[in-house]
């Protein structure tokens, strides 16, 4: 047996989830039914082992952008594309592309990851097949003649002049220099039919990575760490997960998502994290705050449910709010929101739900008091826009008087698309309104009716 596609039902790219799903018996039988050559050549058939993120689209792509979570298998994935796109048929047989770029934030990172680590190209090629370092030349060598040089975000120019017919581009999203680097790199992928490039990255808010994404020739893989989690320390995941899980933080760096702060945000992605805290202390008053959805059809809105609680004590400047819990639901009926609220009410002990009533009237009240008839209730309507009621909002979080409890980051990613000239991002901020309706019973309007009697005493 020369193939182990031979014994699978769906080809390469399903083999080792396949045989690793298969009884002992079936797992016997594959290994026995191969010869030597194809067992000596197993590990090295990517294409066997993979996981789909790790595996390039089909089509007829420019730039593919592996984007996951930190020890998700991109540094891999981009080790095997380059392999892929070097290595013939038989070790001396041309592959489809002999002149590579190997592109880290330095020569050391390129050198210490993309080439001599353990998920590095030198790790993963067989050895008939494996390239020579040329430490001093800064440049692989296969036994076919294919190149691969390394260069530096740091020294873009070194790009200037040299041309390619592949590029490999490694945790872009956090090169010092990363536009002018990656403009450099453009001009010169010019050789060959049709050049292609490879960018392994962690997300990250910059412009180039944005850019790229939004070319029409990208595709783009995406994985979270917890995809890779065979291959990783349980104690690793055991440790980033009590962490970081929940947060905008962890959404970046684990579950490997773009979080973009739009430009004139009203709150950004460092606003956040400073509010973030491990739990709540005794808290004076809490509140459920809910934002109705205009219809109630699978097509409609989410409905913004947030709790929050305030620790009070002096003047209003000295209070504290906390935000516990985003209990929305999405695409819900009116009953099943109204009984996903009246359920976070009852979880807190909180003192009453605050509602918006603007897009249905008493109809909000009547469909909350069909699951509790004496629930405390409060009806709030929307006389000014949702970014210029959010504005007082976000001054709290610039003071430091709002804290976030972990498990908030839909509503955060909606707080980072609100700008003062409305909401940036798509359909409505459902999450967001229920934030500001909550703070605003809870802070903004005692603090006002605090200040009102002092005002006359003092007139």
Not at 83 to 103: C, I, M, N, Y
């Amino acid at each position: 047996m020369d193939s182990p596609s031979t014994f699978m039902p769906h080809g390469l790219r399903s083999g080792a989830s396949w045989i690793a799903s298969e009884p002992p018996e079936v797992q016997a039988a594959f290994l026995d039914a191969m010869g030597e050559g194809a067992l000596h050549a197993l590990p090295f058939l990517f294409d066997f082992w993979a996981m789909p993120h790790q595996l390039p689209p089909e089509g007829d792509w420019t730039t593919w952008v592996i984007m996951g979570g930190r020890g998700a298998g991109k540094t891999r994935a981009g080790a095997e594309w380059v392999r892929a796109e070097v290595e013939g048929s038989r070790p001396l047989d041309p592959g489809r592309s002999r002149r590579v770029a190997l592109v880290g934030e330095t020569i050391e990172q390129a050198v210490s990851v993309m080439i001599e680590g353990d998920s590095g190209i030198l790790a993963c090629s067989p050895p008939d097949r494996r390239p020579v370092w040329q430490a001093t030349r800064k440049r692989l060598v296969w036994p076919n003649g294919a190149e691969a040089a390394v260069f530096s975000a740091h020294d873009p120019e070194r790009l200037r002049g040299p041309q390619f017919d592949a590029a490999w581009a490694d945790e872009l999203a956090k090169w010092r220099r990363a536009e002018e680097t990656w403009d450099m790199l453009q001009f010169g992928l010019r050789l060959g039919d049709h050049p292609r490039q490879c960018v392994t990255t962690t997300p990250r808010n910059v412009g180039v990575l944005k850019a790229i994404l939004a070319n029409p020739s990208t595709v783009v893989t995406h994985a979270p760490t917890e995809a890779n989690r065979a291959n990783l320390a349980a104690s690793f995941l055991a440790e980033v997960r009590a962490r970081y899980a929940g947060t905008r933080i962890g959404r970046q760096e684990l579950d490997g998502v773009l979080l973009e702060d739009a430009e004139g945000a009203l709150w950004t992605q460092a606003t956040i994290e400073a509010a973030r805290c491990e739990a709540a202390p005794e808290l004076d008053r809490i509140v459920v705050a809910v934002d109705p959805p205009v219809t109630g059809h699978g097509r409609s809105d989410a409905c913004g449910i947030v709790v929050a609680g305030v620790r009070m004590g002096g003047a209003p400047t000295d209070w504290r709010a906390f935000v516990l819990e985003d209990a929305s639901v999405s695409a819900a009926s009116p009953q099943v929101w109204a009984e996903a609220a009246v359920a976070a009410r009852e979880r807190y002990g909180a003192d009453r739900i605050v509602a918006e009533v603007n897009q249905g009237g008493d109809l909000v009240e009547a469909v909350i008091r069909q699951v509790d008839p004496l629930v405390p209730y409060r009806k709030v309507h929307a006389k000014r826009g949702k970014s210029i009621r959010a504005e007082p909002v976000a001054a709290l979080y610039e003071q430091g008087r709002v804290k976030h409890l972990r498990g908030l980051g839909a509503l955060e990613d909606q707080m980072c698309r609100m700008t003062a000239r409305g909401f940036e991002g798509a359909g409505s901020p459902d999450r967001l309104d229920a934030l500001v309706w909550a703070l605003h019973d809870l802070m903004i309007d005692p603090a006002a009716q605090w200040r009102r009697p002092r005002v006359r005493a003092l007139a």
